[in-house]
Structures are given as structure tokens and as C-alpha cells.
């Protein structure tokens, strides 16, 4: 069985996401997203609420499952005895980012591959900040974030006081 770790903060999970874990649905026998606490962004939403939009989200595929983790990513890929971890990239900043990422991970855990997946073209300007923004001036948010997550993004940010409206 080869499986793969999708990890990031998901806050909110976005069309972009679920591309790249549909993707790795289709390659790996097992994806396990994994909702990771980034020290250097401020979460909206909580983790809780972050998990349960994934779950839902993720509910039309077997074999991805979702977890979390408050540590490094090397650790959490030693400990679920993990390999592959799967990264999306949008641009050539974000991907000189993540082979930072990648090389700090081979170098905590010698045995973490990353492979990196170019993002689909039509979603490249897609990402949980630009869906907060877009949200907190009361723009539409749907062509950003995944169909049936739509309304409790709304509320979950609504509730969070993230609009200017």
C-alpha cells in the first residue's frame, strides 16, 4: 500500500485543496490530510471546525481520512511511520517556500519524500487568505471554496467577526 500525507492549515479548506486531494486520491492508496498548527499564520477558524469541513469535504473519497497535528511534520511522518508528503504549489515563490519546507523535513526525517504538484491553472489564485479577504468585504466565496462547504464557511468566518461588512 502507498499512501501519502497531505498536510496544511485549511483555514478554510478551498476548491485548490480539494483539487490537489482529489488528485492524490486518484495516485495514492491512502491520503491522510492533515490539519497542521502553523506558528507563523493566525488561525480563523478552530481546529475543530477545520477537521469537520474537511471530513465533510472529504466524504466522497474512501480512502482519504483526516487528522491533525500541533508539531513538526518530520515527527508526525516518524510517528504514523509516513513517507510521502504531497505539496501543491501555485507560483515560483510559493514553490522556493516549500522546497525550504522539504529539505528542513529530509534533513529532521531522512526518510520523508516530498513530491510537489503543480496547481490546476484555473486555481492558482485560489487560497485561504484570499477567501478571507474576499469574505471579510463581502464578496462571493463560492467560486473558492468546495460546493457544500459554502454556507458554514460563511458562518464559521460570520461568527469568527471576519468582515468588514
Not at 471579510?136 to 460563511?154: A, L
Request: glycine residues 6%.
Amino acid at each position: 500500500m502507498v499512501s501519502c500525507v497531505f498536510p496544511g492549515s485549511f483555514d478554510p479548506v478551498t476548491k485548490g485543496h480539494m483539487d490537489l486531494i482529489q488528485r492524490a486520491a486518484s495516485l495514492f492508496d491512502r491520503v491522510t490530510v492533515t490539519v497542521m498548527i502553523n506558528i507563523s499564520k493566525k488561525g480563523t477558524l478552530s481546529l475543530e471546525d477545520r477537521i469537520r469541513l474537511l471530513e465533510n469535504a472529504c466524504s466522497d473519497f474512501p480512502n482519504v481520512r483526516v487528522d491533525s497535528w500541533d508539531g513538526l511534520l518530520a515527527d508526525y511522518m516518524k510517528k504514523k511511520k509516513e513517507r510521502i508528503v504531497i505539496r501543491g504549489v501555485r507560483n515560483t515563490p510559493e514553490f522556493e517556500h516549500e522546497l525550504s519546507s522539504a529539505c528542513a523535513n529530509k534533513m529532521l526525517n531522512g526518510s520523508v519524500e516530498t513530491f510537489f504538484i503543480p496547481t490546476d491553472p484555473a486555481l492558482a489564485g485560489v487560497s485561504s487568505s484570499a477567501v478571507r479577504e474576499i469574505f471579510s468585504f463581502g464578496g462571493d466565496i463560492s467560486s473558492f471554496v468546495p460546493e457544500k462547504q459554502i454556507k458554514e464557511i460563511g458562518e464559521l468566518l460570520s461568527k469568527n467577526q471576519y468582515s468588514n461588512k
